[in-house]
């Protein structure tokens, strides 16, 4: 009996042993960020030399990389791809970089696309963002298959996040099946996996976009507004990036007609799709709009755009406020409540028989997609105006 008692008295020891913390496997501890230009050139190491593809010379371009959370490029991803191309030419003969062009896809490259998102280093979903995750892919053309990968984390500090000239101008802001896919290519694949074809689709449509960016940016406007128009009519041509770039390259060559329409086709897309992001800047802890007539001369007619096509379609209009993460969370959300009244009062000035239709609401910096506090132009999206189409 006693030795019973004895076997008994072990087990439930065990038992218990096996549910205290250093019996249960333990969670990995999240990778510690390295200063930026390391975490860039680890990734890149790991990508180029650990790439799956046949051939002693492989061709490459670049689609150029973008944040995850906006889809815009910013200095940040344009410095990565100037720092990618250099170690490819200084260490990875192998690779011939060659211009994203249609005559280029053609000879069906390898294709690198690369995120840069402002995470929270220790994944907590609504923590500060405190890191930034690189994530780079090759995705080979000929096989179709992903065929490399290289993920690192980086330190936030010193790391220029401003969008670049196209996407600090854009109007608004709304990812699309585009810009999705380009994303599940880098962030939802694992080596092997086949190329996402949504992607594959658009790849001929991205260059001529890419051509268009680039001549907006260099006031080009002309040629800037041929490239869209030309991308629009191709298959998967139909994105979001082309409606904003007409809008833009309309409103500096001073169509007004043209730029009113541009306008007109983004509110109805994001009408559609039941959820339209609009940039109107607020001067900080206001209600009021920034002191800039630059930026804010549009603004009128982009609230007259909104407040006539949704009475045209009928719709019922949720007015969302955000703020960026900096202040106390109590008064970013009464903050982020008054300027959608303050939007939806200007809304209602010119069409008074919308205020049944209309809602406002404040969700602080509950929702930002940025997150990173800086209230510059890299978060300018934090402090955005939102419209959801809502039940009537």
Known sequence: MTSLVRF????????????????IAQTPPPPTPVPFADALRKAADDLFAKATVSGDKVNLVIDPLIDAASGAQSAATRSMQA????????????????????????????????????????????????????????????????????VSRARIEGVDTTPTLYYRD???????QATDAYIKTCQGTKLGDPIDAGYVQTLTANALINDGILAYETQHFREALAFYRTARKLPGGEQHRVRIGTYLAASKLARREDMV??????????????????KLLFKPGTTQFVDDRQITDPYPMWLSQIATRSRQKGACLEIVGHTSHTGLPQVNERLSTLRAQFV?????????????????????????????????????????????????
């Open 170 to 176: 854009s109007p608004l802001w709304a990812k699309d």
């Open 83 to 150: 720092t990618l191309m250099e170690m490819v030419k200084a260490n990875y003969p192998r690779f011939t970089v060659l211009p994203f062009d249609s005559e280029a896809l053609a000879s069906k490259p390898v294709v690198l696309v690369g995120t840069f998102t402002a995470v929270n280093n220790q994944g907590v979903a609504d923590g500060p963002r405190d890191a930034y995750r690189i994530c780079l892919t090759l995705a080979d053309l000929k096989s179709n298959s992903v065929v490399s990968k290289g």
């Open 8 to 23: 008994k008295t072990a087990m439930v020891g065990l038992a218990l042993l096996a549910g205290t913390p250093a019996a």
């Open 261 to 278: 329409d541009a306008f007109g086709d983004l509110i109805d897309y994001g009408l559609a799709s039941d959820r339209l992001m609009v």
């Open 344 to 392: 939806m009062d200007l809304l209602l000035t010119g069409a008074p028989d919308n205020r049944g239709r209309m809602i406002a609401t404040g969700r602080g910096y509950k929702e930002n997609l940025v997150g990173t506090g800086k209230d510059d132009a890299s978060d300018a999206l934090d402090r955005r105006v939102e419209f959801k189409v809502i039940g009537c």
